[in-house]
C-alpha cells in the first residue's frame, strides 16, 4: 500500500523547504522558528493539538539536517518520527461483529495459548497472551477474526519493523534494508529518512565545486519536455557546477560487469549483481553467507563519482533520484570514492523552490550515456545492457538470469541461492518494483512516467557501448569496491 496523501506530502515538503531556505540565506539558527511558522495556531488542524503537530515538524527539521528526531545517534537512513506514529492497533488479530458466539467456540478450542475468551456478545482475544499464529482466523467459520497488520510493518520486505508497549513502530537496524518502503506506505507520515541538503547547500555556498549525478530514471518523471538539459541548467542556477548523467555509470558497470559475469560463468559460480543497494543490503544484513557471490563491479552511482574524482579530486558529488537506499551507500565507508552525498527528488527540488528556481523544457540533445545506460534502472535493464556488452566483446551471452522485480521476488531468489537450488545463473536483484524508476520517491508512478520516459529514451544516442566509452579515462582508477 502506498498512500497519496497530499496532505502528507505538503508538510514534508514545506519543511524541506523551509530548512532549504534558511540554509542558503546562511540562517539555520533560525530553524526553530518553523515549527510555529507552520503551525500558527491557536487550533490544530490534523492532530489533537497545536503541540504535537508543532513536536512532529520539529522532528521533521532534524531529519532534514540529517538527524535522528529523537536526537539519538544512529546512522540508520530510515527514521521514526515518534510524535508522529499514532494511533494503530496493537492487536494484529480482533474479532468483528461477525463472531456469532457458536457454540462450537473453534477460535477458543484452535488457541493454543489461551488467549480466546467468550465475552457477552463476542469472542474477546487478549492482546498480552496472543502470539500471532493466525490458528484462530483460520478456524472461524464465519471469518469473524481479522488480521490487522500496520501498513509499515506489512511495507517492509525484511520484517523489520516492530513497535513498543505503547504502540510506537521500532525499526530494527540489524534488518533494514534502507529501501524506503514504510515511509509512504504510512498514512500518518511517521517514517522518513534522513535528508543531506543542508550539507549540500553550505558546501556550495563555501564555493566547492559540487557536481550533480542524476540518475536516468529521473527522465519522464516531469513529462516529455523536461530533459537532462533541463535538468542541467535548473542546477546550475542553485550553484552547481555541472551535471552528469548516470546512465553513463550504467554504460561503466555493465562494460566491466559484463567480464566478471563471463569469468564467473566459465568457473561455474553464480552471481548477483551489485548496483541495487537494498539488495546488496539485503544479502549484507540476511544472508552474508552469499557476499561472495555478488558482483565486485561498483555501482553506475560510484563509477561516476570515481570519474569524476579522478579528473578532479576535489570535486564534491551529489547523486539525485528515487532511491532512499543511495543515501545509506553513500555512507559506506568500505565504498573509496563513491558520491558524497545522495538526495531524491523532491530534496533537490526544495533546494531549488528556495531559490526561486523552477525546471523548463529544453531540448533532448544532452546525451552522454548509450540507451542501455539509460534504461539500466528499467527492471531488467541491468541484465539487457550487461548481455549486449557481452555480445559486443564476443563473449558467449546464452546465459540464465534471474530478474528479480521487488524485494519478495529478490529474497525468493537469495533464498534459492543459499539452498544450492537456483536454476538460473545469475541474479539481477531490484529491491523496488519496476527497477528504479520504481523508487519510494519518486515524482510519478512506473506507468505515469512510462510514455514520456520511453520518448527521451527513445532518441538516446544508439551508438555502441564502448564506443561511448572510449572518450573516458577508465583506466586511471579502480571499478571495484574496496
Same mark, same amino acid.
Given at each position: ?95 468483528? $461483529? ?7 467456540? +473453534? @477460535?477458543?478450542? /484452535? %488457541?493454543? *495459548? !489461551? #488467549? &480466546? ?54 525499526? $530494527? ?7 524506503? +518502503? @514504510?515511509?509512504? /506506505? %504510512?498514512? *500518518? !507520515? #511517521? &517514517? ?291
Amino acid at each position: 500500500m502506498v498512500t497519496n496523501d497530499a496532505t502528507i506530502l505538503k508538510i514534508k515538503h514545506d519543511v524541506l523547504y523551509e530548512v532549504a531556505k534558511l540554509a542558503w540565506e546562511g540562517k539555520m539558527d533560525e530553524k526553530s522558528e518553523i515549527p510555529y511558522k507552520m503551525i500558527p495556531g491557536p487550533q490544530a488542524q490534523f492532530r489533537c493539538c497545536i503541540y504535537k503537530e508543532r513536536e512532529i515538524i520539529r522532528q521533521r527539521v532534524r531529519l532534514a539536517e540529517g538527524l535522528c528526531p529523537s536526537g539519538k545517534d544512529s546512522r540508520n537512513v530510515v527514521q521514526v518520527i515518534g510524535a508522529a506514529c499514532e494511533e494503530c492497533p496493537i492487536a494484529s488479530y480482533v474479532v468483528t $461483529d461477525n463472531c456469532r458466539k457458536c457454540m462450537g467456540k +473453534a @477460535c477458543q478450542n /484452535s %488457541c493454543n *495459548f !489461551g #488467549a &480466546i475468551t467468550m465475552g457477552e456478545h463476542r469472542a474477546h482475544i487478549d492482546p498480552n497472551k496472543c502470539k500471532e499464529c493466525g490458528k484462530c482466523a483460520q478456524a472461524c467459520p464465519y471469518n469473524a477474526i481479522a488480521h490487522l497488520e500496520r501498513p509499515c510493518k506489512k511495507a517492509c520486505p525484511v520484517d523489520a519493523i516492530t513497535y513498543d508497549e505503547y504502540g510506537i513502530c521500532i525499526i $530494527d537496524e540489524n534488518k533494514c534494508i534502507q529501501c524506503g +518502503a @514504510c515511509i509512504h /506506505s %504510512c498514512p *500518518f !507520515g #511517521a &517514517i522518513g529518512s534522513k535528508t543531506f541538503l543542508v550539507d549540500v547547500i553550505n558546501l556550495i555556498r563555501a564555493g566547492k565545486r559540487v557536481v550533480a549525478m542524476i540518475a536516468p530514471s529521473i527522465e519522464g518523471q516531469f513529462g516529455k519536455d523536461i530533459t537532462v538539459s533541463s535538468w542541467r541548467t535548473a542546477l546550475k542556477k542553485i550553484g552547481f557546477a555541472d551535471l552528469i548523467d548516470v546512465g553513463l555509470g550504467g554504460d561503466m558497470t555493465a562494460a566491466y560487469e559484463a567480464e566478471e559475469w563471463a569469468e564467473a560463468y566459465k568457473e561455474g559460480k553464480k552471481m548477483t549483481t551489485s548496483c541495487c543497494p537494498a539488495f546488496v543490503n539485503m544479502i549484507k544484513q540476511h544472508f552474508p553467507q552469499l557476499m561472495d557471490h555478488v558482483s565486485t563491479t561498483v555501482s553506475p552511482m560510484c563509477a561516476v563519482s570515481r570519474m569524476l574524482k579522478a579528473q578532479d579530486p576535489g570535486t564534491i558529488a551529489v547523486f539525485i533520484g528515487p532511491c532512499i537506499a543511495k543515501k545509506s551507500e553513500t555512507l559506506d565507508l568500505n565504498i573509496m570514492d563513491n558520491a558524497d552525498y545522495a538526495l531524491t527528488i523532491g530534496e533537490i527540488r526544495a533546494m531549488m523552490r528556495a531559490k526561486g528556481v523552477e525546471l523548463e523544457p529544453e531540448p533532448n540533445e544532452d546525451q552522454q550515456a548509450s540507451t542501455f545506460g539509460k534504461r539500466f534502472g528499467n527492471g531488467g535493464g541491468v541484465t539487457a545492457a550487461v548481455l549486449e556488452c557481452m555480445a559486443e566483446k564476443g563473449i558467449d551471452n546464452n546465459v540464465n538470469v534471474m530478474k528479480c522485480n521487488g524485494a519478495a521476488e529478490c529474497k525468493k531468489a537469495l533464498l534459492l541461492l543459499r539452498a544450492g537450488k537456483l536454476p538460473a545463473d545469475f541474479i539481477e536483484g531490484m529491491a523496488c518494483v519496476g527497477g528504479c524508476v520504481g523508487g519510494p520517491s519518486k515524482h510519478k508512478t512506473e506507468m505515469e512516467a512510462k510514455k514520456d520516459r520511453d520518448t527521451l529514451i527513445g532518441q538516446a544516442d544508439a551508438r555502441q557501448v564502448y564506443e561511448n566509452l572510449k572518450q573516458y579515462p577508465m583506466d586511471s582508477f579502480s571499478m571495484h569496491r574496496k
